[in-house]
C-alpha cells in the first residue's frame, strides 16, 4: 500500500478549487494525491449567476471548465455526485464508487433555506447553479411567450422575487433591465409587467450601509421594481404568493433568494452543524475529526461581534487557501495557520452600470461601483485561471 | 356620402397583401377607397414560420412591418380583429368598430383543423403566427432546461409533430438541426432525445413524388427522426399522445400541423363552407354575393382531377392578383378574369442544405432543391417588398 497521504476534496466551489489550485503549487512530488470531486465538470461563479438568470449574459460566462483550472498531471478530478461521508470510515461514498481519504475538504456549497414556508420548495425558482438559472432564464421567456397566447393571464407578466439580500437585488437589477429587451422581442406592452422584490427584514440588504441601501433602492425603483420590506411571504402556490399582510401577488414566476444554508450531506454525516453549517476550529477543522476541513457556505465561522460571518465567495476562497496551507503543513508536520478574514469590502450591482458597495472601508455608488465589481470579477478570474481565463471569460 | 367605391380587405397574408399591392398599384387616384385590416401590424411568412418554430432562424425574419409594404396615402391600414362579417349590410365588425364596405376581400387565413381528435386543442402547439412559432421554440427550450433538473423526465426530451404534410416535414427538419445545438447548450446527451412524425395517412407527404418523398424520410432518420407512417393520434393528453395501434408515447412537446382549415368567421357569416373553405366562382366570388371575394386558405377551388387545390402562399398570391384585377374591373364596369392556377412547383426544406422538389415538372433533390427554396423565398420578398426587403430579410 502507498504510504503517500491521500486528499480527497469535496466540491469545486470557490472554497475547492482554491484549496486545489494552491496544493497543486504548494506540493512537492509524491508528497500527497490529491483528489477533487464535483458533481459537474464545470467550476461556477456564483457570482455572476445573476445575470444568466435574467438572460442578460450567456452562462457560459458564469463557467469554467475544471481541466482548463487544474493541472490533470497533479491532481485526479473525479466527475460525481457526493452521496454519503462517513468521516469514523474515511470514507466518501460517491452514486458511482468510493473514496478512501487522510484529509477530507468539505466545500460542498450551500443549498437554498425556505425556512418551512410552504410551497417555496415546491413552486420558486432558485439561482443556486448552472443548471438552475438556465431554468429561469428559460422560464422567464416562456412566460412572455404563453402571455401572447393567453393575454388575460397578466400573472404571466408578473415577476416576484422573494428576499432583498445580496443575490435578489443583483438579480432584480439585472431583471429590470432584461424586461424592456423581452416585451420588444414578444411585442409586449411594458407597462403590463410587474416586478416585485419582498424582503421580510426591516430593510433590503440587511447590515449594509443604509445610505447605500437607499441608493439602491431608488436605482431600482426607477427601473420599475415595487418593493415590498418587512413584508414576510406566507405562502407559495402555483399562483403565486401570499404574503404576511394578507395581500395577494398572482404570478407565474416566483424566484426565492430569501435564504442559504449548508449542505444536507454534511449533517447527514453526524457532523454537529446549524442549518447544515458547521463550526469549524482556528484551522478551519471540525472539532471532531481533525483530519476533516470544512470551508466555505457549509462552515460557520464567528467574527469578533459574536456573529456568524455570512457565507460569500470573498471568505470561501481565502478559506481555501488557509486550508490548503494547513493540510501542507499537516503533512510536513509543521504548525498549523490561524484563519482570519480579510474583509475587503463588498460590491452589489444593481444591473447594467449600476452598484454600491463599500471597498476598503470607502463607500461606493453608481458607476463607480460597477466598475469596481469589474475588477473584482477579472480579480477572481484572474487568481483562478491567470490571464488567458481573463480574456476568455472577461467581460469588458 | 362619397360615390368613391370602398374596398375592405380582410386579412394581411399572401392574398390580402398582393390583392392590396395590384389596388394601390392600378387604382387611379380617388377610383376607390381600399381599406386593409389586419390584427397584427405586420404580415408573416408563412412558409418561413418552421424556422423560428424550431429556433433555426429569428422570428423577425418571418414577418414584414404592413408600414413597410403599403403606401399608407393609397390605402388605408386598421390594425384591428375581425368579430363578424355580416354581407347582407355589408358591414364588417371589428372589436372595436364597425367598417362599410361596397366590396370585401376575405383573406383571413387558415387555422389548425384537428378533426376531433381529443386533447389536441387543448394540449397541442400550432405552426400558425409569429406568436405560436415563438410559443414553440421557448417551449421546446424550457423542456431542456426542465430535464436538467428532473432528469428521470425523459418525456421533455421527447418531442413529437403530429403530421407529415408540408409544415410538419419542414418543421421536423429544422427540429433535427437545432436539437444538437439545444443539447450542447444545455449539456444534454443527444442520444436521449427523441423526434417522432406521425401520420395518418399511408405516407409521409401525400401526393408528392413517391421517389423524393423516399428521399426525404432518408435524411430525416439519418437525422435521427422517428417516422410513423400510417398511424393516427388517437389521442393527445397532457403526458403525451396515444396512438391508434395502441402504442402511448411519453411526451411535453405535441406539436399538430396535421389538418388545416378555413376561418370560422366564414361560416359564421352564412357562407357555404366546407371545414371553413368556400367553394367560389371562377372570378372568386362567393356564390351568394357577387361583391365578396374569398382567396387564400378560406376559399376553395376544385381542380381538373376534382380535387380541391391545397391551400399554399403559391395560389393565395395568384388569387390576389386575380381578386384586385377583378375589383379593378368591376369599378371600371370591365369584363372580369377568370382564375387559372399557374402551378410553379414545390419545394419542401428539410432543414439546411437539404430539400426535394418539383418545380416546373422537373424533380429536384438535395442541395439545388434547397438553393431553389431560397430562391422561391427571395422572390417573394422581391414581389411584396422590392429589392430593399430582400436586403433586409432575405438570408443568404
Redesign the interface.
Known sequence: MSTVPRIVILGAGYGGVLTALRLQKELNYNEANVTLVNK?DYHYITTHLHMPAAGTDDPENARVSISKLIDEFKIDFVKSTVVQIKPQERKVILEDGTLSYDYLVIGLGGESETFGIPGLQEYALNIRS???V??I???I??Q???F??EPERKDYLTFVVGGAGFTGIEFIGELADRIPKLCKE?DVDPSLVKIYNIEAAPTALPGFDPELVEYAMQVLTNKGVTFKIATAIKECTPDGVVLADGETIRSSTVVWTGGIRGNRLVEQAGFEAMRGRVKVDEFLRTTQFENVYIIGDCSLIINDQGRPYPPTAQIAMQQGVTCAYNLVASIRNQPLREFKFDNKGVVASLGKGEAIGIVFGKKLKGGMAALMKKLIDLRYLYIIGGIPLVLRKGKF
Open positions: 459537474h448552472i443548471n438552475s438556465r431554468l432564464r428559460e422560464h421567456e416562456y412572455f411567450a404563453k401572447k397566447r414578444f
